[in-house]
């Protein structure tokens, strides 16, 4: 039985500091030891063992998280997590119709999980001061009639057709750039002032790029900014990110339908940092 890391004391405290988070690593003797869940630690020398004991450095500020040491890589993941997830809380904060911000226009690929083609594009776009509203979200699903016959087992078994909200639009490979950039004219996102949204968005946006489609450089990843707000060095999958948010969904990887998850999704975050913001000025008002 191991010792509690309360009842030891630490050789080396180690404070990283990734944007406005506070990440620490203790070390206690030859261990490094790590925070598995709110309420238990181990270390890596037993990770069987789940006696729980509280933060040795608890009692130091709130904002000291306990992880293990964190590498360089682990660091601008991180540090490219917390961006996006300033840049929600600033259009938190921005949105409706005296914001800056118009719109936002998610976007979603499907490719060959086994080679180079665009499969489907989902494409889903709400204005500003229309993002309360979730009967708001306009959303388009194209599939690449070149490739119709190519299904992706691994991922979704083959979901092109099942569209949930409205009708699919068969484009050929040769139109695909021409008929994205109309839609995106149709739904009113061709300006600077429209937000691109998505889930590991810059991979879409790379393949975008392939099909000779610029869809413009104000992004927000919805998949770092709960990250950053989880605190995670490991990515979050959407799924996940549904079911903590408590959103419905039915058949997913479907371009359409993911675009559309994905951006209500990202209004549900919207919501929940006014709901933050909402409670903390209610705290401050009773001081």
């Known amino acids: 039985m191991r010792q509690r890391l309360s009842e030891c004391t630490p ?54 998280q306990p992880t293990i040491a964190l590498t360089k890589n682990q660091y601008r993941v991180l ?22 911000t118009k719109g936002y226009l998610a976007i979603d690929i499907e490719k060959n ?25 306009n959303a388009r699903h194209l599939v690449v009639e070149d490739h119709n ?33 109309e839609i995106v004219v149709e739904l009113g996102c061709a300006r600077d002032d429209v937000v ?30 709960y990250q950053a707000k989880k605190q995670s060095i490991q990515s979050i999958g959407l799924y996940t990110m549904m079911d903590e948010l408590l959103v419905g969904y039915e058949n997913l990887h479907n371009g359409g339908n993911d675009a559309y998850y994905t951006l209500e999704v990202f209004l549900r975050m919207l919501e929940v940092e006014d709901m933050g913001r909402q409670n903390k000025s209610e705290q401050d008002s009773l001081l």
């Open 196 to 225: 691109r949204i998505g889930h590991s968005i810059h991979n879409d946006i790379a393949w975008l790029k392939t099909a000779g489609v610029e869809l413009g450089l104000d992004v927000c990843d919805i998949g770092k900014a």
């Open 149 to 181: 016959k190519i299904n992706n087992h691994r991922t979704g078994y083959n979901q092109k057709l099942n569209f949930n909200f409205g009708v699919l639009e068969m484009v050929q490979e040769s139109m695909l750039a021409s008929r994205i950039d």
């Open 113 to 137: 999980e086994r080679g180079p083609e665009i499969l489907e594009v989902g494409l889903a776009h709400v204005l500003a001061s229309d993002s309360f509203f979730l009967l708001a979200i």
């Open 11 to 64: 050789t080396r405290v180690d404070y990283h500091v990734v944007g406005s988070i506070v990440y620490t690593n203790i070390k206690v003797g030859a261990f490094d030891w790590k925070k598995d869940s709110w309420n238990e630690w181990s270390s890596n020398d037993d990770a069987g063992d789940n006696d729980a004991s509280p933060s040795p450095i608890s009692s130091l500020s709130p904002v000291l």
């Open 79 to 100: 540090d490219i997590a917390n961006t996006h997830l300033t840049k929600l809380q600033t259009l938190s904060i921005a949105r409706g119709a005296g914001g800056d």
